[in-house]
């Protein structure tokens, strides 16, 4: 289903490592979270899995993969696209994207807002900000600093979404937006009475008042 996009036909050079092996790699890398280093023989150098998850990110490789596999699950009515889901959770930065250097090595500086960290109560952390349809299927997603406001991130979640269909354009709309009230903000409910999108959230409370 999606070999055309990370395993295209090679004229010529030299002879590719296996796709569908590196591809096993990236998984099995994203799902354990160990260090590269420690990616299994079975799945190729680790050197080799880094630099295709590069390509294959910086190209558009897994959108349009994404794309393709939203087009299918929903051929296949395994979708419900009715509400849409968002959520965040915050994880701490390990040392190397913090900026720190190697043991005894000098530390290199880091804009850490464009490696979207920020400091917090746990120290230097990043925020995953996804949107999921009703059966908690992956539509879009963000990275920001962990110190950021949550509904600063709920207009991007929004507008990246772009479900391909057989005909005509893309589906970027739902009927309900559902979101803890992290997310909650004017603009917000204002953006989905535009669209026609029942916000389904929680106020926030200033000082003992409900906004």
């Not at 087009?71 to 395994?78: A, E, Q, V």
């Not at 419900?80 to 915050?90: G, I, N, P, Y």
């Not at 500086?109 to 746990?122: I, M, T």
């Amino acid at each position: 289903m999606i070999e055309e996009f990370v395993s295209p036909p090679q004229v010529m050079g030299r002879p590719r490592r296996d796709d569908r092996k590196i591809l096993n790699g990236i998984f099995w890398i994203l799902c354990s979270g160990a260090k590269r280093r420690d990616l299994p023989e079975r799945y190729g150098p680790w050197e080799t899995d880094y630099q295709r998850f590069r390509q294959w990110r910086d190209d558009g490789t897994f959108d349009q993969a994404l794309a393709r596999l939203h087009l299918r699950l929903g051929k296949d009515g395994l979708m419900d696209l009715d509400a849409w889901m968002a959520d965040s959770k915050s994880s701490r930065a390990t040392r190397a994207p913090g900026g720190v250097g190697k043991k005894g090595g000098p530390e290199e500086p880091v804009d850490h807002a464009d490696h979207a960290l920020g400091r917090s109560r746990g120290g230097l952390t990043t925020k995953l900000h996804l949107l999921c349809d009703a059966r908690g299927l992956p539509l879009s997603f963000t990275l920001s600093a962990g110190h950021q406001a949550d509904s600063r991130h709920f207009f991007e979640l929004l507008e990246q979404v772009q479900l391909p269909g057989d005909r005509g354009r893309p589906r970027k709309r739902c009927r309900y937006v559902v979101a803890d009230k992290g997310y909650d903000s004017d603009p917000l409910r204002r953006y989905c009475t535009r669209f026609c999108m029942r916000l389904i959230i929680t106020r926030r409370r200033l000082c003992g008042i409900t906004k």
